[in-house]
């Protein structure tokens, strides 16, 4: 329905979507002027950076698309009108996600792809059907991680209904630490991005092993490959926190 909705318009549509595409360059061109004065920033030339940028910003652009609506939870709690989607004989979540729909977000997955294609082209890395399949799994795995974390900020809101930023913290806030090296942030942080919110490995860990660096925390090997099985481990645990918080909702005022 939104989508058919948003398509009645169509030059409505380009436009919000040629804006949220414009928006997210913004982010890049920062970057672009940084490199400007400089030629690496925690040991990563442009293009490297432009790695880890371009699947993070594909990540959360696909995540976003698809669940971006799961901060509205708090705010249906407080009016009440969470009580309509019980009723429903359609899945919570998926009703929460569907909700208002957006799909001029489409502009921030393409810019994220366009940044990566870009670093995938000027990169120093011998590309392989291997290494460009990792690259791949990367990216979707990527999306599934914020995926568990906007579904478990969303659960978060059944106890704490105005806590979106919080969500927000972890999701816009962690994508725009992954876009930089981990060796120019604190190794506390690096850890609990690693061990405590693993985002970790919707980027630093699969790209310094793309690009054959040594990982600040000396991880063994292995763990460049888990992205996949992280995103599954988190997405349940996701699901499962909303399972909770839904049997524990007494609708308004609870």
């Not at 919000?16 to 004065?37: E, P, Q, R, W």
């Not at 590309?127 to 990792?134: C, D, E, M, R």
């Amino acid at each position: 329905m939104w989508v058919r909705s948003t398509m009645a318009y169509r030059a409505s549509f380009l436009m919000t979507t040629a804006g949220n595409f414009a928006a997210s360059v913004l982010d890049f061109v920062a970057i672009m002027i940084m490199f400007s004065h400089i030629d690496r920033l925690g040991g990563f030339t442009l293009p490297e950076i432009a790695l880890l940028y371009g699947a993070t910003s594909t990540s959360l652009g696909l995540a976003d698309l698809a669940l971006g609506n799961m901060d509205r939870v708090g705010r249906r709690v407080r009016d009440g009108t969470f009580d309509i989607l019980l009723v429903r004989p359609a899945p919570v979540v998926a009703q929460v996600a569907a909700d208002r729909f957006a799909l001029r977000r489409l502009g921030r997955v393409g810019q994220g792809l366009l940044v990566l294609g870009w670093g995938v082209a000027r990169a120093d890395v011998a590309w392989t059907p291997a290494k460009a399949l990792f690259t791949a799994v990367t990216v979707i795995a990527g999306a599934g991680i914020f995926a568990a974390v906007f579904i478990a900020g969303a659960a978060f809101q059944f106890w704490a209904a105005d806590a979106s930023e919080v969500q927000n913290s972890f999701t816009y806030g962690g994508s725009t630490m992954l876009q930089y090296p981990p060796a120019v942030f604190a190794r506390e942080l690096v850890r609990g991005a690693t061990f405590v919110v693993p985002l970790a490995f919707v980027n630093w860990i699969p790209v310094l092993r793309l690009l054959g660096r040594d990982d600040p925390l000396g991880l063994p090997g292995w763990v460049d490959f888990c992205g996949p099985g992280v995103a599954l481990a988190m997405l349940t645990v996701a699901g499962l926190l909303w399972r909770v918080g839904l049997r524990n909702y007494r609708s308004t005022g609870s």
